[in-house]
């Protein structure tokens, strides 16, 4: 029997990064059910819609049964494990995210981790992954992200696979308990690329607003790294390779 995969992203359902995940776990053997935001989440954290009614709608033409829905990642996850889902999954997958999800700061902001969360947080084996882009390639997937430029196309679905085959290899073989593994993947990734345990750089970003005439508006800069050690993400990213760090939420629970 098939294993079965629940995706999600926080880039959105038409995100072509998210499809080309969809793609390459369906040939990875998994059986895939997507339920994803309808529109981008990124940033959001762990936030549920608490305040509001959240809609839910079929998504054709996925290649896997497929849900989009206007929520964060955590409801969606939560919608559909509680809600929707035909069958139970064997591994939760959140991504693949429109560049890299490396830092602290940017850990603990990330829809694609709290996406992954959840799933962890039912008791399943999760997975966030995400591709470091060089900024003006960002921008260019930022504004259309349904579209990925030809140049990027082996490397995302280089990164896809290794997801797929990442997330088919833990199952069975994680600990109970509140784990995520995080993936990064350099933006030249290729089926060779190697991957290193990591841990999230310790970056400050001090204020990530400016003024405008009527009060603040988001303005991202890159902060100042007091990664005292080695072994970051960032830095395994910097030499190229693929940055595997492991959240074990359960942890902060025990003495």
């Known amino acids: 029997?098939?294993?079965?995969?629940?995706?999600?992203?926080?880039?959105g359902i038409n995100a072509a990064f998210l499809h080309a995940l969809v793609d390459a776990c369906i040939a990875q053997g998994f059986h895939v059910l997507v339920a994803a935001p309808s529109g981008e989440r990124s940033w959001i954290g762990r936030a549920f819609s608490r305040h509001?009614?959240?809609t839910v709608?079929?998504?054709?033409?996925?290649?896997?049964?497929?849900?989009?829905i206007d929520g964060t990642p955590s409801d969606c996850i939560n919608i559909a494990l509680g809600h929707l889902l035909p069958v139970k999954p064997d591994v939760v997958i959140s991504g693949l995210n429109i560049g890299f999800n490396a830092t602290m700061p940017?850990?603990?902001?990330?829809?694609?981790?709290?996406?992954a969360t959840?799933?962890?947080?039912?008791?399943?084996?999760?997975?966030?992954?995400?591709?470091?882009?060089?900024q003006s390639l960002f921008?260019?997937?930022?504004?259309?992200?349904?579209?990925?430029p030809p140049e990027l196309r082996p490397h995302l679905e280089a990164a896809c696979r290794h997801t797929a085959r990442f997330a088919h290899g833990i199952i069975g073989h994680t600990t109970p308990g509140l784990q995520v593994h995080s993936l990064n993947y350099p933006?030249?990734?290729?089926?060779?690329t190697g991957m290193e345990r990591s841990v999230p750089a310790l970056v400050r970003h001090g204020s990530l607003f400016k003024r405008n005439a009527t009060g603040f508006q988001f303005a991202w800069n890159?902060?100042?790294?007091?990664?005292?050690?080695?072994?970051?993400?960032?830095?395994?990213?910097?030499?190229?390779?693929?940055?595997h760090t492991v959240f074990d939420f359960g942890r902060t629970a025990s003495l």
């Open 187 to 192: 933006s030249g990734v290729n089926n060779h």
């Open 1 to 11: 029997m098939k294993p079965t995969a629940l995706l999600t992203n926080d880039d």
């Open 222 to 243: 890159d902060g100042a790294n007091f990664s005292t050690e080695q072994q970051t993400d960032l830095a395994v990213l910097e030499r190229g390779l693929i940055s």
């Open 106 to 115: 940017l850990c603990l902001s990330s829809g694609t981790l709290a996406g």
């Open 139 to 148: 921008e260019r997937v930022h504004r259309a992200s349904s579209i990925c």
């Open 57 to 68: 709608a079929e998504y054709p033409n996925l290649g896997a049964r497929a849900w989009s």
């Open 52 to 54: 509001r009614e959240v």
């Open 118 to 134: 959840e799933g962890t947080a039912w008791g399943y084996p999760a997975v966030a992954c995400s591709l470091d882009l060089e």
